[in-house]
């Protein structure tokens, strides 16, 4: 059988963002002393999450999304997860701005729901609780990147 487009894919004439597809970059895990659990499991957690772009092909751009988890019990680094889930993009007809705004909240939207399964696998293979990341609020945090910059470009000028 022959493969043939269909008449709808043709059309698209529009700005477009699909997804092309997403996978797991990298990630790394370490527990310098192990699941030395004495009871009194109430860490600190910390988390720190990047996202960054790179055009691959005309139209084509992969986002991702670095998710870095650390959790410390007192003194002591309990363990430091960190994943890379990244995506291709295809992003059609979009002006810079749209891309922007898409890289930086639509993209990683789609993303961290396979970030925080990858996270949460490896927490718990590595012996410890069952641990889920919290929701993120990309919209946010793009608003407010995008104020840091307007502040600093402010405070240049002056």
């Known amino acids: 059988m022959e493969n043939q487009t269909t008449p709808v894919a043709n059309e698209q004439t529009g700005p477009m963002l699909a997804v092309q597809s997403v996978y797991l ?16 499991w109430n860490p600190q957690i910390s988390l720190d999450i990047n996202t960054t772009a790179t055009v691959v092909a005309p139209d084509v751009n992969e986002v991702v999304l670095t ?9 002591a680094t309990a363990f430091l ?3 890379k ?16 705004r898409a890289i930086g909240t639509v993209c990683p939207n789609m993303l ?10 490896l927490v718990t293979q590595g012996g410890f ?9 990309f919209n946010e945090l793009f608003a407010r990147g995008l104020a ?7 405070g240049a000028a002056n």
Do not use: I
Not at 67 to 75: E, I, L, N, W
Not at 148 to 154: L, V
């Open 25 to 40: 970059k990298d990630c790394s895990y370490e527990a310098p002393k192990g699941p030395r659990l004495d009871g009194n």
């Open 67 to 75: 998710v870095t988890v650390g959790a410390k019990q007192g003194d």
């Open 81 to 83: 997860v960190e994943v």
């Open 85 to 100: 889930q990244a995506g291709l993009f295809v992003m059609r007809g979009l002006n810079a701005e749209d891309t922007r």
């Open 148 to 154: 840091q910059q307007a502040q600093a470009a402010q």
């Open 112 to 121: 961290f729901p396979y970030a925080r399964v990858a996270v949460s696998g």
């Open 129 to 137: 609780p069952n641990f889920v990341l919290p929701p993120v609020d």
